[in-house]
């Protein structure tokens, strides 16, 4: 019987963390909102985090837990705020691990051949807005 003994994962960097975030602050910049930007590796782990002047103090763990839900789950935050309803059977989940498991829009997947590599978490606007920045932070990220 053989054995597979190691994985081998694809992991964002630093320098990538850094480059989301550049993009997510450009446009915070541009629409005016100053965010708490927190970029996390596919398991989760926060790699790189800014607040930017003026970005809401609530937002910093906010963002981690949108960058952290989107990692882990795979998915934009926002889905599960549709989808977290009473009746449908995702409901609840928003108490999961332990609280950090997030339903507010502004969490993304950071993704390479759809490979989930990391996530990208926006907060200190409307869920709109934030989900605009995580999205330019990507479109930053993929155009290097």
Do not use: W
Not at 20 to 44: H, Q, Y
Not at 61 to 78: E, F, L, N
Not at 99 to 109: V, Y
């Amino acid at each position: 019987m053989t054995r597979t003994a190691t994985l081998s994962i694809k992991r964002l960097s630093y320098e990538g963390a850094r480059v989301l975030i550049d993009g997510a602050e450009r446009k915070a910049a541009e629409i005016g909102v100053p965010m708490c930007l927190a970029v996390v590796d596919e398991s989760g782990t926060l790699i790189a985090f800014s607040r930017m002047d003026g970005g809401k103090i609530v937002s910093v763990s906010i963002a981690q837990d949108k960058a952290y839900t989107a990692a882990v789950a795979r998915r934009p935050t926002h889905e599960y705020n549709e989808l977290c309803v009473p009746g449908n059977l995702v409901f609840g989940i928003h108490t999961a691990c332990d609280g950090r498991f997030t339903i507010m829009g502004g969490g993304l997947p950071v993704k390479i051949d759809d490979t989930v590599i990391g996530g990208i978490g926006a907060s200190s606007g409307t869920p709109d807005e934030d989900i605009v920045c995580a999205q330019a932070g990507i479109d930053h990220f993929l155009a290097q």
